[in-house]
Structures are given as C-alpha cells and as structure tokens.
C-alpha cells in the first residue's frame, strides 16, 4: 500500500439486488467482474420464498455471466407471511444464506413484509434456532397506530423502540442491520456489534452523500433516504475505526430510468459500476486505507461463513468521470450514480482499479 495504489482481496457485497430478466443481464455481470461474491437481495416480483424459487434464481444470475467467472451469488428468502418455517433449515444446507426483513409498503416491492417485525414470531424463533442471519431493513414505515412515520425518522424510531425488543427476545439471533444511515443507529452499533452476531452494513452513498445535497436529485432517492450531513459524519466516523463487525453491502438497486426519472423517483442507488471506487475514495479521506479491505472483503464473509476471495484486486488514485448509462439488452437505460450530468453534477471519483 502507498499513498496512491492499494492492493486488497477481491471484494464481497453483503447487500445487492439484481432483479430479473433483462436487468438483471445488464447489471449482475458488472457486480461479478468487480466483486467475488455477493448476498443477493430477495424483493423481486415474485418475492423468494422457497428453496426451489432460489436455485431458479440463481441459475439465471449464473447464467448471466460470461464463460469461467467465478462470482458466487449467495441467496436469501423474503421474510413474508408466505415463507415456512420448514424452508429456513432445508435453505441452509441449498445455498440460502440469510432472510431478508422489509418493513411492508417501506420501498421496492415491500407489500409481502410485515408491518412489524415483531410479528414474524415462529420464522424468527426457527432462524434462531437453525442458525440463519436475519438481514434487517431497520425502519419503522408504519407505526402502532398505523400512522405513516416521517421516513427520515423511520431508522431512529426502529433502532429506539423495536430494535431493543428484537435483541431481548431472541437473544441468539444473528443479525445484520442493513445500510445504516442516521448518527443514532451507528452509535448503537459501536456499543452492542459483535462479530458473528450482531453487524452491520453500509453503503457507499450513506458514506458520502447529506440530505441537504441530494434531496433533488433522483439517482439518489433510495430508502433508507440519506440523512444530515451530521449522521454522515458519524457513520464516517464508525467505519474509520475498522471495526470487525462492519461491512461494506453496497445495496446497488438498479430500476429503469422511466422509474428513476419519474415523479416521484422509485427508490433505489444504482452504484455497482462505481461502489468499490467511492468506498475507497471516503477510506482515502478518512486517512483509514490500512482498513479498507477488512471491510470490503474479510468482515462481510467471516459473518456468513465463507472464505474471503483468494484473487485480489488493486486500486490506483487516478480521477474519472462516469460518462454513460448501463444500457440493457432490451435498449434500456439504467444510471448510476456520480454521473456527470445525473448525478450531483460534474462529479470526479478519485480512485480507480487498475485493469
Ligand atoms: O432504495 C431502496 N431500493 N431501498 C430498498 O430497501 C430496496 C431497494 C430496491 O429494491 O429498489
Ligand atoms: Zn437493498
């Protein structure tokens, strides 16, 4: 490692969404050139909730990928009232790796979730008793009494008033909160994370974006939204500390632009093309290089119980602009975010890796 150049295992995404069909052709190939492996998100339409819904879904993001790629794509079911209590141990030993919560009417195909967590008693006590992580969407969408809650206090109030109860009473569950956001749910993590039982992931747009930035600008409406520039600095300030129960779960959420350039902007970051760059560029400035590559490609493994990658991937600090769309093989277009003109505007990425 210099000041200029880092060399580092190939990275791991605890945290993507691949879609299906012609999306997913035009997206999960450039997750699998950069990173060696990844868990893959379960809200697609129809949601994953068998173990036979995930071999079908992991034989096409396989046969996306061209010839001697050697990407693994760990796959999760939707925590929905649909899912059997039977299928969490059968999906353990058949490549499901986790069971992912969405708070119901939340965000992208959210209608299967439940309301609250806390519902989902018997699938929570099973996953507990079998050993499957619970990967949790961390937000209150709708409260007790049934009221919309402020989203960008939706984190808070999950981390204030459910979170606690979820940890007291199934004390042996293994989770991981997903793409903290807010200076409340770091603080929490710093004080209770614990390798292999409670961690956490974060994003690379919760790293480097405020609320006062880009609450305008469509590429980065995703859920949750991305807060203060305060939260930022706090959650900045978490990965910095290297600690061995964060990771880097890029939640790269791809959606055409007819949804990402509509009013409103569906919620979702698509940042797989640019994610492994911008982590690299925020460790940069947080003078935190000697941690990057536990957390891109060492704590998000040890927690499902892989081996990080064997291949390795270098870094140069070289500035760039992203100039194009991914486009799908259907001629549609899907955007990233730090685009020149999308983006925030004129954005330059510092870091790049080297072919
Ligand atoms: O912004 C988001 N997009 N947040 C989510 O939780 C889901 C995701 C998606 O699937 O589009
Ligand atoms: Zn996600």
């Known amino acids: 490692m210099s000041n200029d150049s880092i060399t580092i295992k190939k990275p791991f995404d605890a945290h993507v969404h691949f ?9 999960a190939p450039i997750s ?33 990928f061209p010839a001697g790629n050697t990407f693994n794509p760990l796959m999760t079911f939707y925590l929905t009232k649909n899912l059997k209590p039977e299928e ?28 609250d967590i806390l519902e989902a008693k018997e699938l929570l006590s099973e996953m507990e008793r079998a050993g499957m992580p619970l990967l949790l969407h961390g937000e209150v969408h709708v409260d007790e009494s049934e009221n ?6 939706g ?9 606690p ?14 793409h903290l956001s807010t200076k409340i749910a770091a603080e929490f993590l710093e004080k209770n994370g614990e390798t292999g039982k409670l961690v956490a992931t974060v994003t690379p747009h919760h790293l480097l974006y405020a609320r006062e930035d880009v609450e305008d600008k469509p590429l980065l409406r995703c859920k949750p939204l991305i807060k203060s520039a305060s939260d930022r600095e706090k959650v900045r300030g978490l990965v910095a500390e290297g600690l061995p129960f964060l990771s880097a779960g890029t939640d790269s959420a791809p959606h055409p632009e007819s949804k990402k350039f509509a009013s409103p902007a569906a919620f979702g970051v698509f940042n797989s093309p640019v994610a492994i760059e911008l982590y690299t560029q925020v460790f940069d400035e947080l003078n935190a290089l000697d941690k990057l590559e536990e957390f891109l490609s060492i704590n998000g493994p040890r927690f ?39 983006g925030l505007g004129n954005e330059t990425i510092h870091w790049q890796i080297a072919i």
């Open 19 to 27: 879609r299906r069909g012609a999306m997913l052709r035009a997206v």
């Open 32 to 64: 699998a050139q950069k990173f060696s492996a990844a868990i893959v998100m379960p809200n697609t339409d129809p949601p994953i909730e068998t173990i036979e819904q995930a071999a079908e879904y992991k034989k096409e993001i396989l046969a996306a």
């Open 88 to 115: 969490i141990e059968k999906g353990l030993s058949n490549g499901v790796y986790a069971v992912k919560y969405y708070p119901y009417g939340a965000t992208t195909n959210s209608q299967w979730g439940f309301r």
């Open 148 to 153: 919309e809650v402020d989203p960008y206090q």
């Open 155 to 163: 984190e808070k109030q999950f981390i204030e008033s459910v979170f």
């Open 165 to 178: 109860r979820l940890l007291e009473q199934y004390s042996d569950l293994k989770i991981s909160l997903e």
């Open 304 to 342: 499902f119980g892989i081996e990080p990658s064997k291949e390795t991937i270098t870094l140069v600090k070289n500035d760039w602009q992203v100039t194009e769309p991914v486009v799908t093989d259907e001629g549609v277009n899907v955007w990233p975010i730090a685009h020149k003109e999308h």
